[in-house]
């Protein structure tokens, strides 16, 4: 019932998160003002929580009919402490990224939490490697180079990589 909940939240934050985009003010020699991000994000809640909200109704009407008959056979299983970690690992990489995005650069500092990240969810390690490596160069080159939105350089490679132009 908490995703329920949690879902129906994110849909209201997405829609007030497009009604204030809306209020941004709009640039006349762009086809797109700065509202565009931020609509989108406000999309992605609302998508996002309304799947999240049908998905745990359809779960738990699909749930209950057979449930009812064995509810008193079965026992809840104690959560893992693992759980608790998985939970405050993405405020911590958002503080990481932070603080160590100065220093080591943008692509490096996503590369290590996407590593991290799919790590702690038992991937393959050089699978992980790998594909950290390919999405963060991916996203670094969207944002820079065709965003135009300038990423901390680093001062570990004196503020530049040696393999970007």
Same mark, same amino acid.
């Given at each position: 019932m908490r995703d329920l909940f949690t879902g129906l939240a994110f849909v209201i934050a997405g829609i007030a998160t497009i009604v204030t985009a809306q209020k941004f003010p709009t640039l006349p020699s762009l086809q797109y003002g700065p509202s565009l991000f931020p609509s989108i994000v406000g999309a992605g809640f609302?998508?996002?929580?309304?799947?999240?909200?049908?998905?745990?109704?359809?779960?738990?009407?699909?749930v209950l009919a057979p449930q009812a008959s064995t509810e008193a056979t079965?026992?809840?299983?104690?959560? @893992? =402490?693992?759980? /608790?970690?998985?939970?405050?690992?993405?405020? !911590?990489?958002? +503080?990481?990224? *932070?603080?160590? @995005? =100065?220093?080591? /650069?943008?692509?490096?500092?996503?590369?290590? !939490?996407?590593? +991290?990240?799919? *790590?702690?969810?038992?991937?393959?390690?050089?699978?992980?490697?790998?594909a950290s490596l390919l999405v963060a160069l991916a996203i670094y080159f969207i944002f820079s180079h065709y965003l135009l939105i300038p990423l901390p350089q680093g001062v570990l490679l004196e503020g530049r990589l040696p393999w970007i132009f």
């Open positions: 609302c998508l996002g929580g309304a799947l999240l909200a049908a998905n745990t109704l359809w779960n738990r009407k699909r079965t026992l809840k299983e104690p959560s @893992s =402490g693992k759980s /608790g970690l998985a939970m405050l690992l993405p405020p !911590i990489a958002i +503080v990481f990224y *932070i603080f160590a @995005s =100065g220093y080591l /650069g943008a692509m490096i500092t996503m590369a290590v !939490i996407m590593f +991290v990240l799919m *790590i702690m969810r038992k991937t393959v390690p050089w699978v992980a490697l790998v």
